[in-house]
């Protein structure tokens, strides 16, 4: 099968001439891909345009890549969310000297909920 890129990033046509996206979620904690594919909207109606896929594609990607910052802290938000994610990016030397750094920042700014995080207080770990 033929898949030509359109103009929208993340949005290809086949070679039946049916669009369809694919969107990048990211990698899991033992560096596996994920992606999220589809050739219907919400309605369940197939795109005519890719226009109407791209549309569909960023709804579909606010909903799987969006985190909910909610009352989390900057501990949590390391440590949980950005730390496993980083690992499966970089090699494992790269993660074992960065991530020291980012744990030096966790005990700086670590009770700070991610809502509450000010440009001064970012500042104030910077000097």
Known sequence: MTVSKTKYADVYKD???HFFY???LGRDAKGKKHFKKGRKDEL???FT????AHIEAQR???IYLNVNLGDMTYAS???EKFLPKYKADVEGSTYETHSKMFLHAVDFLGNVTL???TVEECERYRT
């Open 15 to 17: 070679d039946k001439g």
């Open 22 to 24: 694919q969107i990048f």
């Open 44 to 46: 369940k109606h197939y």
């Open 49 to 52: 345009s890719a226009r109407a």
């Open 60 to 62: 579909v990607k606010q």
């Open 77 to 79: 938000f390391i440590k």
């Open 115 to 117: 809502k509450k995080l």
